[in-house]
T-cell receptor, first 114, second 120 residues
Framework: EPEVTQTPSHQVTQMGQEVILRCVPISNHLYFYWYRQILGQKVEFLVSFYNNEISEKSEIFDDQFSVERPDGSNFTLKIRSTKLEDSAMYFC????????????FGPGTRLTVT | AQKVTQAQTEISVVEKEDVTLDCVYETRDTTYYLFWYKQPPSGELVFLIRRNSFDEQNEISGRYSWNFQKSTSSFNFTITASQVVDSAVYFCALSEVMIMVVRPTNKLIFGTGTLLAVQP
């Protein structure tokens, strides 16, 4: 069964450093998403991406965040200058164009900013 | 604005008990989807069910059942004869259906989750 994959599973970085979180969505999917879950809290929407453009972003997704689909298979989230409060689990998700609107989630990347 | 409320923060039951997880949602849209996801201790999000706003039929899948009531804006989840492996955080989520827009999003709005602990 096709699945969304994410790398790395755990990333530790120092405050102020740039990080890139990588995701490989399901191959025939057209809609891509990043969500964030701070430890013990709810899952929060960050950004959605369709047709090589951001279709919606939340208030959390400020100028330090960016997304890219560099090669038609990967979907990346870049945090330009990490802060302590960026420590969280980051989930990538994708969905197809059908009526299902079901989003398939990756296993997540745990980002720890020290 | 869309909102999902899971008033139960934690529930603890003994194995074989039935348990119901509550979910109440708010939306101005007439067309939307509701979801339940399970998050076991390992951290991944496991899709359990999707229900669209036009389908109020209750659904049963093994020990799991869902009760969707549009009149009360609720989408409750019942586990019958709970097992230790059911121990997890359960999230209810809402997605509006974007029709006739240039760049659809279909983002999920999650509730705060209910931690279910099933004791042996």
């Amino acid at each position: 069964e096709p699945e969304v994959t994410q790398t790395p599973s755990h990333q530790v970085t120092q405050m102020g450093q740039e990080v890139i979180l990588r995701c490989v969505p399901i191959s025939n999917h057209l809609y891509f998403y990043w969500y964030r879950q701070i430890l013990g809290q709810k899952v929060e929407f960050l950004v959605s991406f369709y047709n090589n453009e951001i279709s919606e972003k939340s208030e959390i997704f400020d100028d330090q965040f960016s997304v890219e689909r560099p090669d038609g298979s990967n979907f990346t989230l870049k945090i330009r200058s990490t802060k302590l409060e960026d420590s969280a689990m980051y989930f990538c998700a994708s969905s197809d164009r059908g009526e299902t609107y079901e989003q398939y989630f990756g296993p997540g990347t745990r980002l720890t900013v020290t | 604005a869309q909102k999902v409320t899971q008033a139960q923060t934690e529930i603890s039951v003994v194995e074989k008990e039935d348990v119901t997880l509550d979910c109440v949602y708010e939306t101005r849209d007439t067309t939307y989807y509701l979801f339940w996801y399970k998050q076991p201790p390992s951290g991944e999000l496991v899709f359990l069910i999707r229900r669209n706003s036009f389908d109020e039929q209750n659904e049963i899948s093994g020990r799991y059942s869902w009760n969707f009531q549009k009149s009360t804006s609720s989408f409750n989840f019942t586990i019958t004869a709970s097992q230790v492996v059911d121990s997890a955080v359960y999230f209810c989520a809402l997605s509006e259906v974007m029709i006739m827009v240039v760049r659809p999003t279909n983002k999920l709005i999650f509730g705060t989750g209910t931690l279910l602990a099933v004791q042996p």
